[in-house]
Nanobody
Framework: QVQLVESGGGLVGPGGSLRLSCAAS????????MAWYRQAPGKQRDYVAT???????NYADSVKGRFTISRDNTKNTVYLQMNSLKPEDTAVYYC???????WGQGTQVTVSS
């Protein structure tokens, strides 16, 4: 059974940093394509970043150069390092296992002074 549990969200000021974690179970992260998405209030869920089994990464233009997706195979966990955060990054962030179509419960990120 695929399970994804996000953590690491919180309140941070503009220009700050957060690292989100997505702990996976029921499959192996190192041989999977994993993605982060986010959903702001009243808006659709938007793509943020992807990491493939080969380690290839891709980012939405809005986060390129500020966010970094990575994984720790020993912990079966995917991360999203977010730097230079802006108020428009405020959203619930979700982790996804693309092959199964599974999603985590999300973690709230709020960027505000």
């Amino acid at each position: 059974q695929v399970q994804l549990v996000e953590s690491g969200g919180g309140l941070v000021g503009p220009g700050g940093s957060l690292r989100l974690s997505c702990a996976a179970s029921g499959f192996v992260v190192s041989v999977s394509t994993m993605a982060w998405y986010r959903q702001a209030p009243g808006k659709q869920r938007d793509y943020v970043a992807t990491i493939t089994s080969d380690g290839y990464t891709n980012y939405a233009d809005s986060v390129k150069g500020r966010f970094t997706i990575s994984r720790d195979n020993t912990k079966n966990t995917v991360y999203l390092q977010m730097n230079s955060l802006k108020p428009e990054d405020t959203a619930v962030y979700y982790c996804s296992h693309l092959r199964s179509g599974s999603w985590g419960q999300g973690t709230q990120v709020t960027v505000s002074s």
